[in-house]
């Protein structure tokens, strides 16, 4: 018997539903991400770029300062420190109101961000890391977390990423590391298999088509994050810029699978396709 979704995320005291998915809008503030890297990296580009993803209808903001395209550069604690600076000081003065979410595996980064900035999520390509360190800074503050695999790190996850059973051993990764949280009364985790994170392109595929796995064996949301990357544009032979008609597509493919969260570059896409997916499923529903 499937596992009953967890419906709601506790932003800091606002509640957020997920009877309809909602969207993750990216904003990299870096210069060197492998499909926008250094489009924002003014204040006023910034906030150009936030003000964007809540028009079209995301729900979260997610700022990153680090790089974890394969192979990026390992940047110091102080210089991602000193872009979130920037980035969130504008944004909170144009968008007090706003979800942001901060993409950092740092735990001190994101300690620094939740106490000086009202930031509302983590968002952590490394899943706390092996000592699992991050895990006393969400329950410290009591955020909601985004949990991703990653095998390797960005500088080596796609050297040689090898499986016995690709899915098998997220869920394993999974079990292993909520217990940790759950032990510490982190009450909001989302859970992110990490598509191109540490994996060849059949195996993201081997993870897209039983997505339905997370779901069934955990309670948590699931978010999906396939924007414009390598498994789209590798297999079709185009590039980033042509990965867009990719992306809708799979994104399409993951709500049809369970996705709760869909993390992405272009907001209004994903947007339209939730809206045509529930509106299928209401159909669906109105004709049992």
């Not at 997610?62 to 944004?91: F, H, M, T, W």
């Amino acid at each position: 018997m499937d596992n009953i979704t967890k419906k709601t995320i506790n932003f800091r005291g606002r509640l957020i539903t997920l009877n309809k998915p909602i969207v993750m809008g990216i904003l990299n503030v870096t210069p060197d991400s492998f499909y926008d890297g250094g489009r924002y990296t003014y204040e006023e580009s910034i906030v150009m770029r936030a003000k964007e993803i809540l028009n079209q209808g995301g729900t979260i903001i997610d700022v990153g300062a680090y790089s974890s395209r394969p192979g990026a550069e390992n940047i110091s604690q102080e210089e991602e420190l000193r872009r979130l600076d920037k980035a969130l000081c504008a944004l909170r003065k144009a968008l007090p109101e706003a979800i942001i979410s901060v993409d950092t595996f740092r735990p001190q980064v994101a300690d620094v961000m939740l106490r000086d900035f009202d930031v509302q999520m983590i968002n952590d390509i490394m899943g706390g890391g092996e000592d699992m360190a991050m895990y006393n800074v969400i329950a410290k503050w009591n955020v909601p977390y985004v949990l991703m695999h990653i095998q390797g790190t960005p500088q080596t996850m796609q050297l040689n990423p090898h499986y016995d059973d690709v899915v098998q051993e997220i869920v394993l990764y999974f079990a292993e590391r909520l217990h940790h949280l759950r032990g510490q009364h982190v009450n909001d985790v989302v859970l992110d298999p990490g598509f191109g994170f540490g994996k060849t392109l059949d195996h993201n595929y081997q993870i897209m088509a039983k997505l339905e796995v997370f779901k069934q064996l955990f309670p948590e949301p699931l978010l999906v994050g396939v924007s414009r990357k390598s498994m789209i544009f590798r297999l079709l032979g185009t590039t980033p810029a042509e990965a867009l008609n990719g992306t809708t597509v799979l994104n399409t493919i993951a709500l049809l699978k369970g996705a709760d969260i869909l993390r992405v570059h272009d907001v209004s896409e994903a947007v339209e396709a939730i809206t045509i997916v529930q509106k299928m499923h209401e159909q669906g529903r109105d004709e049992q």
